[in-house]
C-alpha cells in the first residue's frame, strides 16, 4: 500500500470520526459543537493540508485512480474538489477558533482592550463565515451537503438554507 493510498484512508477514516462526534457526542461549545469536534476537525484539516501538497504532481487521472483503487466511506472525485474541501475546513477552523476566543474574552476579561479584540474577533469570525459562504455557494447545493455530510458540521448553522445561499 502505497503512503498516497494509507493518507487518503487516514483522511476518511478522521472524517468518519468528525460525523461520529457530531452526532454522538454533546455539544460543548455555544457553537453547537465538542471540543473533541474541534479537535478531530484541527487533526483532519492538518492532514488534508499535507496531502493536498503530497498530491500535488499527479494528474487528475492518477487522483482518481488513487480514490477508486482505495475503499472510501467519503470519496471525492477530483483533485479540485479536494482543494476546495480544504479551504472550507480552514475557514471553519478560523470560524470556530474566533468563537472560542470571543467567548472566553466576553467570559474573562473586562476594559477597553478586551472591547477592542472583541470587535477584532468578531469581524474575524463574520469574515470567515462569509468567506465560506461565498465558496460554498460557488461549489452548489449538493456537493455542498456532501461536504456538510462528509465532515460533519451540524446542521444548526451550517445547512444551506440557514446560510442563505
Not at 479540485?80 to 474566533?98: H, K, S
Amino acid at each position: 500500500m502505497s503512503s498516497l493510498t494509507r493518507d487518503i484512508i487516514a483522511i476518511d477514516m478522521l472524517k468518519q470520526e468528525l460525523a461520529e462526534k457530531s452526532v454522538t457526542h454533546p455539544t460543548d461549545t455555544s457553537d453547537g459543537v465538542s471540543t473533541d469536534y474541534l479537535q478531530i476537525l484541527k487533526q483532519c484539516l492538518a492532514r488534508c493540508k499535507i496531502f493536498q501538497k503530497d498530491i500535488e504532481p499527479l494528474s487528475e487521472f492518477e487522483f482518481t485512480q488513487l480514490v477508486t483503487s482505495s475503499t472510501l466511506e467519503y470519496p471525492v472525485s477530483s483533485k479540485q474538489l479536494f482543494a476546495i474541501y480544504v479551504r472550507l475546513l480552514e475557514f471553519v477552523q478560523e470560524f470556530y477558533q474566533a468563537r472560542d476566543k470571543i467567548v472566553h474574552i466576553q467570559e474573562n476579561e473586562f476594559g477597553d482592550s478586551a472591547d477592542r479584540r472583541l470587535d477584532l474577533l468578531q469581524t474575524r469570525a463574520i469574515k470567515a463565515k462569509s468567506q465560506f459562504k461565498t465558496v460554498a455557494k460557488a461549489l452548489g447545493v449538493e456537493e455542498y451537503r456532501s461536504f456538510v455530510h462528509q465532515h460533519g458540521l451540524p446542521k444548526d448553522g451550517w445547512d444551506w438554507e440557514q446560510l442563505r445561499l
